[in-house]
């Protein structure tokens, strides 16, 4: 398993209540370089969008650790829970895709929708958007 996880946001959120829902939803100590956290044991990296879904969010942890988040066991349902909390759609690659390919897999957690579900995405310039919204 790598020692990171990238997803994307339709709206940017601020950092300060991103970390925030990131350390409630997962039990675990966040921190970035605009806030940081000495007992951190998950790094937040975020950088903004002109197009599409405008915020994308890395996080990362030492790879001594397999999986840092204590309350969620997977990606789909870290990705799913923060969806809820923020109520914001919520961009990620599937766990079986393979970056790149044709046999890429994206998953979108839309908040009061169920399970994230698979859907199809074009890469832009400056952003990553849905083609469904072409």
């Excluded at 951190?40 to 950088?47: D, G, H, P, T, Y």
């Excluded at 994230?116 to 400056?126: F, G, R, W, Y």
């Amino acid at each position: 398993m790598p020692n990171d996880l990238t997803f994307f946001l339709r709206e940017p959120v601020e950092e300060k209540l991103l970390l925030s829902v990131l350390e409630s939803v997962t039990g675990t100590p966040c921190g970035s370089l605009e806030l940081p956290n000495e007992s951190a044991s998950v790094f937040l990296m975020s950088l903004e969008s002109s197009q599409g879904f405008r915020q994308g969010v890395s996080l990362m942890w030492p790879l001594t650790i397999l999986w840092p988040f204590i309350l969620v066991p997977t990606k789909v349902e870290l990705c799913d829970r923060i969806a809820s909390a923020l109520q914001a759609e919520v961009l990620f690659e599937a766990d079986d895709s393979i970056s790149d390919t044709n046999l890429e897999k994206w998953l979108l957690a839309t908040p009061g929708e169920g399970s994230p579900h698979a859907v199809n995405i074009k890469e832009l310039t400056d952003g990553i958007y849905l083609a469904s919204d072409a």
